[in-house]
């Protein structure tokens, strides 16, 4: 039950979702709190109602402000399960006399486009610590996200002929000081090249196609 997936104009038409906007087939919501301390309520009140449910949010608890994510990874999409709780989490915030911020939700990928998607998505899952997303098993592997939902997910979209100059654009990984030789490693094994290593704060690495990615720490950086 509640495990169809909804289209985004059956969406429109659902009441009690006026908190609430469609991103990458999830719901979002944010709510002002003023303080952390209501924050800390909020998301306490959100967990129990969830935990009754069976069904659990994403929250991201600001000084300000929480951030809530509702979807259905089963369906790989938005179900009546995720409407269901929306409303509920959306009446808490009501009784506790909080403002939602709709206009104020948004979320974001990291698109790279690619000759050879095979040969490339590898080495962005090792360098960045990924798993690939398992959210269309019947498709071609096409994104890899991150396991613990904290980072934008990555996709590649295929190209027809290569660029040769080089990308203008670049992604800064920074991880603890005690992971940086194992994570430049995987990103080598994984088919990837060292273009420098002589700072110590970053080592500048690029995929098969020549995208840069940069693994971080804090050392070196006083």
């Known amino acids: 039950m509640g495990m169809d997936k909804l289209t985004d104009k ?80 959306s009446g808490i915030a009501a009784e506790m006399r909080l403002e939602a911020e709709p206009l104020a939700v948004s ?22 610590g990924y798993r690939d997303d398992a959210a269309a098993p019947d498709a071609p592997l096409d994104a890899v996200v991150d396991p613990l939902n904290r980072h934008p997910a990555i996709w590649f979209q295929q190209m027809d002929a290569p660029r040769p100059q080089r990308n203008r654009i670049h992604v800064d990984v920074t991880v603890p000081q005690d992971v940086v030789e194992q994570r430049v ?11 420098s290593d002589n700072h110590p704060a970053f080592w500048v690495l690029a995929d098969p196609e020549g995208n840069e990615a940069c693994v971080c720490s804090w050392q070196g950086r006083d």
Not at 107 to 115: S, T
Not at 185 to 195: E, K, S
């Open 185 to 195: 490693q995987d990103a080598l094994d994984a088919g990837g090249r060292l273009v």
């Open 10 to 89: 059956n969406l429109a038409q659902e009441p009690g979702l006026e908190d609430w906007r469609i991103l990458l087939r999830s719901l979002h919501a944010c709510f002002r709190t003023g303080s952390l301390r209501k924050g800390l309520e909020l998301a306490n009140r959100i967990g129990a109602a969830a935990d009754e449910a069976d069904h659990h949010p994403d929250l991201n608890v600001r000084y300000f402000r929480v951030l809530v994510e509702l979807t259905t990874h089963d369906a790989n999409g938005i179900t009546q399960r995720d409407v269901d709780l929306a409303r509920t989490i």
């Open 107 to 128: 979320d974001l990928e990291i698109a790279i486009d690619a000759i050879d998607i095979p040969a490339v998505l590898p080495f962005w899952r090792a360098v960045m």
